[in-house]
């Protein structure tokens, strides 16, 4: 590797010319993948995250198998709040469960202050890891929840249709709420910088759930909490670009605009153009095909690719990606069709 | 009942001077009160909208509660599928499931082309029933779902998280997705006909899962055939007013004011004063509470009605209502305490 090496992905976030857009895929590994479901037929989910070896070997699948730009670390959303404390467990069918949520004031006391190179260390060593193995040209990419969503999973005890408890909670016990998310901001903060100082090149944030929020309640509850992570993090690593995808954000996308971050990551439902009509320039986008129409054919997927790129022609600032992970079911071929067709015309 | 009665949410949806804002709820009726569950201990749910008497009793209780200015007609959105052919079955925890699934251009052939006046005849004797009942200054609202979502639960066989089947088909089957939006459309106008023509003075058309689509896909297999659905009822009742509601359309505003429908109702994610920046004056609005606000504090809700009725100062134009149908587990006397905080501020 150059002492300076120049990540495509990493320039094209920072809105540096570069020589075609980037590509990579959210949930790029996964169940989609026969060579990942042979993993995972071995290992339990949470097993696999804390193992570096496995994590290096799926993290690398979509690399070797697909072609594309960023390696994104094989973890989980929920594992900062599982080392501060969230009894969490992968209940097949269901998803995440949390066995002691955030229900009271109390329920805070007990939360502890991680340091993710003791509690998971094999997020730090199979980074370390992949930085060697991987071509030159491709980055690692480091992620962590968003405040809210984190604080959703861990006050709701696992996923949910209608977040009656994190709302009941924010209407009827603001300052347990608050409280909830003054613990979890410096705790994902931490995290991200670990995976820098890993050798990951770019972060994204998640925040999976936070569209299901109001305007005006993703201004009070959820915005200022992911401010505070991306200055956090921007205080410690200003040359490190910072992706922050939210969920469902058609009606507060101004809103997110003033996160800090550089990315804007971007679901399929919003118009790409009218997002850079509404937000302006001062962010980049990232995003935004339909993972549903990967079920289509594979030349449909080549066209619908090369009409997003046509219709949204900004040459830098544009990181393509789907507008949400890959899932269960998709057929290989068309992911690798995908890719292909930026490489291609990107 | 007066030869020509002037009905408070008739006057707003139609933008004539009113002297308050009207209220209504989505699922008024429904498993919140014990009322409500004390009837459907006894009976399943379709024998419930399938049984004259029944309808007009859970019809009525949330008027007679709350104080409400129009009672919507209890029914469900699938009963034109499944009068269509549709093997229709409540789950207990489940939903509605469709046991006979649109997959195949041969599974169109089977399907009916129904007259609701003989496949269900309890809505229109319930809506005559209502109508003799209420208060001469209460109308009784009449609905049904959208082309794009009937379609939805008939190819996916109930309710999804995806909506991969469906997208399938409009993306590999384009031919069968839009014979099958041809044979929905017309029956979708018989039976909101059919309920104008028993006595219902408004209607909403229900598109819940559209909002999932993108901005082009809504616009290229959605709104066309919601459109149509629009012109054939105004062609039979140009003096009926007409509201439609898509879940989660903060992207697609644009697109559903193009829909003929005379009023908008939205989702709570959005707010309403940028809903009209956004789409202008040509409509009415519909909304739009979070009805998780409702989980709150009674003093909290008629705090965050009234900011909302100052916040969209709009005169007439503006139906009130929430952001989607009332939860189950809702405290009933904070339900009350927002129709009269309308009834008093609005």
Same mark, same amino acid.
Not at 67 to 81: K, T, V
Not at 102 to 118: A, M, T, Y
Not at 123 to 133: E, P, V, Y
Not at 236 to 263: F, K, M, Q, R
């Given at each position: ?22 590509? %990579? ?19 339990? =989910?949470? !097993?696999?995250?804390? &193992? @570096? ?5 799926? !993290? ?10 960023? @390696? ?52 730090? &060593? ?17 992620? &962590? ?63 999976? %759930? @936070? ?45 997110? @605009? ?26 980049? =986008? ?29 040459? &830098? ?12 079911? !998709? ?16």
């Amino acid at each position: 590797m150059s002492a300076n090496p120049e990540f495509l992905i990493v320039q094209a976030a920072k809105k540096q010319p570069v020589s075609r857009r980037p590509v %990579w895929l959210m949930r790029q590994a996964g169940r989609y993948m026969p060579e990942f479901r042979a993993i995972r037929a071995k290992v339990d =989910f949470l !097993t696999l995250c804390d &193992t @570096a070896d496995l994590v290096v070997e799926v !993290t690398l699948q979509p690399v070797d198998q697909l072609g594309i730009d960023g @390696a994104i670390i094989f973890s989980d959303l929920l594992i900062p709040a599982r080392d501060m404390g969230a009894d969490l467990e992968y209940v097949k069918g269901e998803g995440p469960v949390i066995h002691n949520p955030i229900r009271h004031h109390d329920d805070l006391k007990s939360l502890k202050d991680p340091d993710p190179s003791e509690d998971s260390p094999a997020l730090g &060593t199979a980074i370390s890891m992949l930085q060697k193995q991987l071509e030159p040209s491709i980055p690692v990419l480091g992620f &962590t929840g968003a405040p809210w969503t984190t604080a959703a999973y861990m006050i709701e005890g696992g996923g949910s249709r209608n977040y009656i408890q994190i709302k009941e909670m924010m209407y009827k016990a603001p300052e347990t709420f608050f409280a909830l998310l003054d613990k979890v901001v410096p705790v994902l903060v931490r995290y991200l910088d670990y995976q820098v100082r890993a050798g990951v090149r770019m972060v994204q944030i998640f925040d999976s %759930w @936070a569209g299901n929020l109001s305007h005006s309640d993703y201004r009070h509850y959820a915005l200022p909490a992911t401010q505070a992570v991306v200055q956090g993090f921007k205080a410690l690593h200003p040359e490190v670009p910072l992706i922050l995808y939210v969920g469902n954000s058609g009606h507060i996308l101004e809103a997110t @605009a003033e996160s800090g971050a550089d990315v804007l990551s971007l679901d399929w439902r919003v118009d790409l153009k009218d997002a850079a009509r509404r937000v302006g320039d001062k962010v980049g =986008f990232q995003g935004n095909l339909d993972p549903v129409r990967l079920f289509s054919t594979a030349d449909d997927v080549e066209a619908q690719v090369k009409a997003l790129l046509q219709d949204f022609d900004w040459k &830098t600032g544009h990181v393509f990606n789907l507008g949400h992970g890959i899932l269960p079911g !998709t057929p290989v071929e068309n992911v690798k069709r995908l890719v292909e067709t930026v490489k291609r015309y990107g």
